[in-house]
């Protein structure tokens, strides 16, 4: 493929996020739309990973683009020239004349400074704020290898065992080529070691009966220890994953009333939830705002999976480093799930508080405001296979984190509170 379009692509998906604050996958179809992107399927995917690999290295590029030459606030097109040029020389592939002496003209030291990193924010490529926010609840080396971690997709599967049993299941994978090993903890859940056919294109995966979950979003449901006949609301529901998971542990006895602020994303739940199996007839669909509702009648157990900053989900969507070089949004995160909780307290005897994020704003900081502000519940361990919060929180002990470099996940965080 030539390189101008190669260029001209990855330079359009970078621009849809900065100016969209879309997914990494939403930016590419939307520049494919508009500009294509080759006819071939090959030439598609291939050009797909390509940009999840620029945008992931998006800080990187920054940082050795504006040290190796005169130019500040690159363009788009200058940052996808100078990451082509790297990503060939880093695999030992020819460089065309016509790209090296651009290279040369616009960047004279670029060789030098791909060899020479010293920050290690730069050398990951995160925005140095999150670098720096983390290695105040952490040692530094542990933020590197946290990070490092987050810069690769770890793949979860779901067995939905709503529609079919968990040994057909595994079996049908092995037949497919899937190379998975099941996590001892959690009979229903395997991690995709290797693959011949992506996931999204199995018949298990079309019809229902396996769902690409993460582990820590798993765990958040395992958290709230559904059981048979409880009432159960769901705070910020939609796309009804974990709703559906909800279903699959109670064999669709429990019922749930499904809140979110989006007419649209509910629609699509309700048909998500009828592939899945689930009895949609135990399911109430609410269009609410969860900071505010009133309800008349209490519910045995609440999830608040929050609204928040996503940093823990950076390995799913490297467009989330992108949105993140506002180091305001944890904190604007932060009040809407102090009212999203402080509410759901008034509602339930028990509340699992989540959030996909690795930030303690959004987390530990969250909880302890409540605290100061709520007095009728208290924190019980959740007692699930993750890790602790962050030990500078006196809280730490009694809430988890999934942290994806020792719980191979995305990075959550997860509070039980209890009447």
């Known amino acids: 493929m030539n390189i101008d379009v190669i260029v001209s692509v990855l330079a359009n998906v970078l621009y849809t996020i900065l100016r969209k604050k879309v997914s990494s996958r939403k930016a590419f179809s939307y520049t494919c739309k508009r500009f294509g992107c080759g006819k071939a399927l ?3 995917e291939f050009l797909y990973k390509l940009s999840q690999e620029f945008v992931s290295n ?19 097109r200058l940052l996808a020239r100078a990451f082509i040029y790297m990503w060939l020389v880093e695999r030992g592939e020819r460089v065309d004349s016509k790209l090296r002496k651009a290279i040369e003209r616009d960047f004279p030291r670029i060789n030098e400074f791909m060899l020479n990193i010293d920050e290690p924010w730069a050398m990951l490529s995160y925005p140095k704020w999150l670098f720096d926010k983390l290695s105040t609840v952490m040692p530094i080396d542990e933020v590197v290898e946290m990070l490092k971690a987050m810069n690769k997709r770890v793949l979860w599967i779901r067995i939905n065992t709503l529609k079919i049993d968990v040994d057909k299941a595994l079996k ?5 080529g899937v190379e998975y090993e099941a996590d001892k903890n959690i009979p229903f859940l395997v991690r995709v070691v290797k693959t011949k056919k992506p996931i999204r294109t199995l018949e298990l995966f079309k019809n229902g009966s396996i769902i690409i979950q993460d582990k820590a ?7 709230l220890d559904p059981k048979p006949d409880m009432l159960i609301y769901d705070f ?16 669709n006895k429990a019922r749930v009333v499904a809140f979110d602020l989006s007419r649209r994303r509910l629609e699509a739940m309700k048909m998500l939830l009828n592939r899945y199996g689930v009895d949609t007839s135990r399911i109430e669909l609410v269009l609410a705002d969860s900071t505010k509702i009133a309800l008349s009648k209490k519910a045995d157990a609440i ?14 969507d490297p467009a989330i480093k992108i949105i993140l070089r506002d180091s305001r949004i944890p904190q604007k995160m932060s009040i809407i799930q102090t009212e999203m909780l402080l509410n759901a307290l008034k509602h339930g005897e028990r509340v699992v508080y989540a959030v996909c994020s690795i930030l303690p704003d959004e987390g530990e900081e969250v909880v302890e405001k409540v605290f100061s502000k709520e007095t009728t519940h208290k924190l019980v361990d959740p007692q699930i296979p993750a890790s602790r919060g962050y030990p500078k929180y006196s809280i730490w002990n009694k809430v988890r984190r999934t942290l994806p470099h020792i719980d191979k996940s995305e990075g959550f965080f997860i509070a039980r509170l209890e009447r």
């Open 236 to 251: 910020a529901a939609a796309p009804g994953i974990k709703t559906s998971l909800i279903m699959q542990l109670t064999e």
């Open 42 to 44: 090959l030439e598609r």
């Open 303 to 316: 999830l608040v999976d929050a609204t928040c900053s996503s940093s823990g989900a950076i390995s799913k």
């Open 58 to 76: 998006y800080y990187k590029l920054l940082y050795i683009v504006e040290r190796s030459s005169k130019v500040r606030n690159p363009s788009h």
């Open 172 to 176: 049908i994978l092995s037949d497919e």
């Open 217 to 223: 979003s798993v765990l958040t449901v395992l958290a």
